[in-house]
């Protein structure tokens, strides 16, 4: 009995543990599926054609799926067939759907079964065109009326209010052919000189255009823009009118920005199209919307996609941008790709792990047979945990990287921002002084040629302080090339000039050698003395005391170039510093005499944009010898890189505006106690505020003022009649206050000049637009300044003048002024409200200047200088003189008596009336009467 329960009990634990490896099978069975089953969203499109935009519209999408691997993408395309596009819908639906995304061929057609979708429960998204009907789920896409209204300002803008347009149009039957329609004709409508004289609805597509655009260029000879409606239709157009001799004199605006080669932006920049408007389209933003919707997320039903105007000022950069973002993506495309292999990886690797743990467990019921395969077991999924750490530093690796390299950006461009500014300030007040030194008739010819070299060199300096901005610009393949032809020799011999007291005191040997006595070279001069200045500046510094510096200049006739070297034979440099010496921010050993790292990086920029080369060929201890070569004649520049006219070495417009000043001119400078007119000086440099003080005195009262803030409260209590501000300024920024100005009652009429070290031309830019009157760049010269001041006060002049020939004569009868063009819009409402205001209110006899007061919400002070700054009078004589014109006119009809006449017009008395009557006609009213 015993042993038989033995073998029955060994039987039982036999199938108990089968039983557990059977459970464990199925277990590991069930997870395995369910990671493979893992949730699904089944995405439908519906594309209404294939076109070069909306292939762009697909490659986004595609990319954007990469990120997104619960999404299952169903794309069918219609090929402009509504019919077809019908049935596809229809098609995706059956086929079962989460969502459904269309882009409609046309409106009427597939209103109906969009909206049969929408209301079976199936969320639906319109990508770039819409139905006739609001029944779906959201819409995302440019607004095609705003492209075709931006294209239409555009058109205005570029043709000054003058054109005579064709419009090429896609078929009104689609929403946006219709909406571009009506945008552009939006868009022109306030310029009347701009006026649509031909339209070309292309139905059969391209066709249509080579069929009937030839006849209509002929029917309208005076035709001078066209605007096609994608930039397909403009670029055919451009073909068309280049075949007949048209396109030289014609301006072509598309719509689309498709970057990549043969493309949108790639006409714009070819010159092909002188502008495209961008229509964005939205594939990517299509994706996260049905995510949005997928995932009962809050979002917009309308979501428009902004446009921008792309012409040959942004062409390039766009260009050159859109190159990064598609190399990027592709990096990113091949990121994706080993990233699935990951995943897939990883996938293996749980559902291994899931059986090596089975196994495990297997092994313990198993026994001790089992025992090595576990510790195999065991060493597979440490490796795997080892691998899975070496993933997730990897990704954080390249998370930290792309960080660092966007605050390395980052400190770049301020780098680059804030060295400029606090170069340029000190350089402004170096050039004042010399300026003031230079025609004193007191200093001898050798004191004023010594104060000559130092605002020559301080010239120098401000150049290198740009070498760095000109380094910013190379960098973005922004520099623009200006050649003309000068003379190589004379060229190379005025820039010597500079360095020759250096050489003697030094005792270099330098010199120029050359059989050449002239040599005609086409160049961009300030280019070239940019690179020459570099070169000899790095020759003077590594040459020691008593060697040489020569410079030659050759022509190889086999070649066809120039070559002009510089030589010394100073330090030297190794092998390995001559292969990296043209790098950026490269620094030899010589580390006591190291500069910025930028010259020679920037030399080689600016002679490959000639056309030629620069090389270095050095030994250590002996010197070097560094040699441009430019090739001869003007064949391998384009034609927007020639200029006619020379220009001499030195060519920024500081340096040939102290070429051309007389010496012997002196400003007298003299304290005016006198002056009528006040100037409000806002500057935080104490320097720069005495320098301008002192030049402003003689003529003007000067206010200072070194805080935003504080110079803004001046400004409204004292209202002066001109503001010279700084940019950056503690308290306040200058372009907060010049904005704050122009937008008060108060301040608006005051001319506002801005003296900021921000150069470029995006920052006068932005300072003109917020409302300064001038920009001028930090260094100025103080002569130019003086004469800007003069102007726009003369224009200020000016304007009263013309109020005050029109303010009296319109008051009476019809509050209507004839302003001047250049009234800014707060003056005008000002000025006629002014007017409107004293002709209700003249005839009352309590009629004061605090109901003026109490209208405008200004104080006396205040509306007393408003009103003098721009009608030149006071408030009392305006409003008296209105009063006696009104007389005057009472007195002429003869209807009412001398007394009834001056309480009608506001006098209190008849017998102070008769007094200012007599004052001004020099009659009493009832002689005037008589007179008449």
């Known amino acids: 009995m015993g042993k038989g329960f033995l073998v029955k009990l060994k039987y039982m634990n036999r199938r108990f543990l089968w039983g557990i490896a059977g459970v464990l099978a199925m277990a590991t069975l069930f997870s395995c599926t369910k990671t493979i089953n893992e949730k699904k969203y089944i995405v439908g499109f519906s594309q209404c054609c294939s076109d070069p935009w909306r292939d762009v519209m697909n490659g986004e999408m595609q990319r954007e799926l990469l990120l997104h691997p619960e999404l299952d993408f169903k794309i069918k395309i219609a090929g402009n067939n509504s019919e077809l596009q019908e049935q596809q819908i229809k098609e995706l639906v059956s086929e079962g759907l989460d969502i459904l995304l269309v882009s409609p061929n046309e409106a009427k057609p597939l209103t109906a079964i969009i909206e049969e979708v929408y209301k079976a429960g199936i969320p639906v998204i319109l990508i770039d065109r819409k139905t006739d009907s609001e029944l779906y789920t959201a819409y995302i896409g440019a607004n095609n009326y705003e492209v075709g209204k931006t294209a239409g300002r555009y058109v205005v803008s570029r043709m000054n209010g003058q054109a005579r347009v064709i419009e090429i149009l896609l078929p009104l039957a689609i929403s946006p052919g219709a909406a571009r329609n009506r945008g552009f004709s939006d868009g022109i409508a306030p310029a009347p000189g701009v006026e649509v004289v031909a339209t070309l609805e292309t139905k059969g597509g391209l066709e249509d255009i080579s069929k009937m655009l030839p006849g209509l260029l002929q029917n309208h000879p005076d035709a001078n823009a066209i605007f096609g409606h994608t930039d397909l239709l403009a670029e055919t157009a451009h073909k068309i009118a280049h075949d007949m001799g048209r396109a030289k004199d014609m301006l072509f605006v598309g719509i689309d920005g498709i970057p990549g080669t043969g493309r949108g932006i790639q006409a714009v920049e070819d010159g092909i199209l002188d502008a495209s408007m961008l229509y964005p389209t939205g594939g990517a933003e299509a994706i996260r919307l049905a995510l949005a919707v997928l995932n009962n997320l809050p979002y917009e039903k309308e979501n428009t996609l902004e446009t921008i105007v792309i012409d040959e000022g942004n062409a390039r950069i766009l260009h050159n941008q859109m190159k990064k973002v598609f190399s990027l993506q592709e990096n990113i495309d091949r ?74 950006t980052q400190a770049k461009v301020d780098f680059f921002t804030n060295i400029s500014h606090e170069f340029r300030t000190p350089l402004t007040l170096i050039l004042g002084f010399a300026e003031e030194l230079l025609p004193s008739k007191k200093l001898g010819k050798d004191v004023q040629q010594s104060i000559g070299h130092i605002q020559q060199n301080a010239f120098r300096l401000l150049r290198l302080v740009n070498q760095l901005m000109d380094f910013r610009k ?94 010394d034979n100073g330090k030297g440099m190794t092998p390995a510093e001559v292969d990296h010496v043209f790098e950026p921010f490269f620094q030899g050993d010589e580390q006591q005499l190291a500069g910025t790292g930028l010259g020679l990086s920037l030399s080689k920029s600016l002679v490959e944009l000639h056309g030629g080369d620069i090389s270095a060929k050095s030994s ?10 430019l090739p001869l004649g003007k064949k391998h520049l384009r034609e927007e890189q ?137 260094p100025f010269n103080v002569l130019f300044l003086l004469s800007k001041i003069k102007s726009l006060l003369l224009n200020r002049q000016v304007l009263r003048e013309s109020f005050s020939q029109n303010l009296v004569a319109h008051s009476i009868e019809v509050p209507q002024v004839d302003l001047p063009e250049n009234t800014s819009p707060l003056d005008r409402d000002f000025v006629q409200k002014f007017v409107s205001y004293t002709s209700e209110n003249y005839g009352r006899q309590d009629f004061q200047v605090a109901d003026l007061c109490d209208e405008f919400g200004l104080s006396r002070s205040q509306l007393y200088r408003k009103v003098s700054a721009l009608l030149g009078e006071s408030i009392s004589d305006y409003i008296q003189n209105l009063r006696l014109k009104k007389a005057e006119e009472l007195l002429l009809e003869g209807k009412l008596s001398v007394a009834d006449i001056a309480y009608q017009v506001g006098y209190s008395s008849p017998d102070y009336f008769s007094t200012v009557f007599r004052s001004r006609y020099g009659v009493p009213p009832s002689g005037f009467r008589k007179n008449q």
């Open 620 to 629: 250590k201890g002996k010197g070097s010898r560094f040699t441009v070569s």
């Open 642 to 778: 020639v200029i006619s006219e020379a220009v001499p070495a030195f060519v920024s417009q500081e340096v040939l505006l102290t070429r051309e000043m007389d010496l012997e001119t002196t400003w007298k400078e003299t304290e005016n106690s006198t002056a009528t007119q006040q100037i409000l000086i806002i500057e935080d440099n104490e320097d720069l505020q005495f320098f301008l003080k002192k030049k402003l005195s003689a003529t003007y009262q000067v206010i200072q003022s070194t805080d935003g803030k504080d110079g803004l409260r001046k400004a409204f209590d004292l209202t002066p009649d001109l503001i010279i501000c700084d940019i950056m300024l503690p308290g306040m920024n200058g372009l907060e206050i010049v904005r704050t100005l122009k937008s008060d009652l108060r301040t608006s009429h005051i001319p506002v000049v801005v003296l900021s070290a921000r150069s470029t031309i995006e920052q006068q830019i932005e300072g003109t637009e917020t409302g300064a009157d001038s920009y001028i760049t930090k």
């Open 474 to 567: 190379a960098e973005s393949n922004q520099m623009r090339l200006r050649a003309s032809e000068n003379d190589l020799v004379a060229f190379v011999r005025n820039i010597m000039e500079s360095y020759g007291k250096t050489a003697h005191r030094r005792g270099i040997d330098f010199q120029l050698l050359t059989r050449q006595e002239k040599l005609p070279v086409w160049f961009d001069a300030g280019m070239m003395d940019k690179v020459l200045f570099n070169l000899l500046s790095n020759a003077f510094k590594f040459t020691p005391d008593g060697g040489k510096i020569h410079l030659a200049i050759s022509v190889d006739n086999f070649e066809n170039k120039v070559k002009l070297s510089v030589e």
């Open 335 to 408: 990121q994706m790709e080993v990233l699935e292999n990951y995943k897939l990886v990883s996938h293996n690797q749980r559902i291994f792990i899931l059986v090596l743990i089975s196994s495990l467990l297997l092994a313990v019921v198993l026994g001790v047979f089992l025992w090595k395969s576990l510790r195999v077991q065991k060493a597979a999924l440490n490796n795997l945990e080892i691998k899975n750490r070496e993933i997730m530093e990897h990704e954080q690796q390249l998370v930290e990287m792309a960080e660092e390299v966007k605050q390395a």
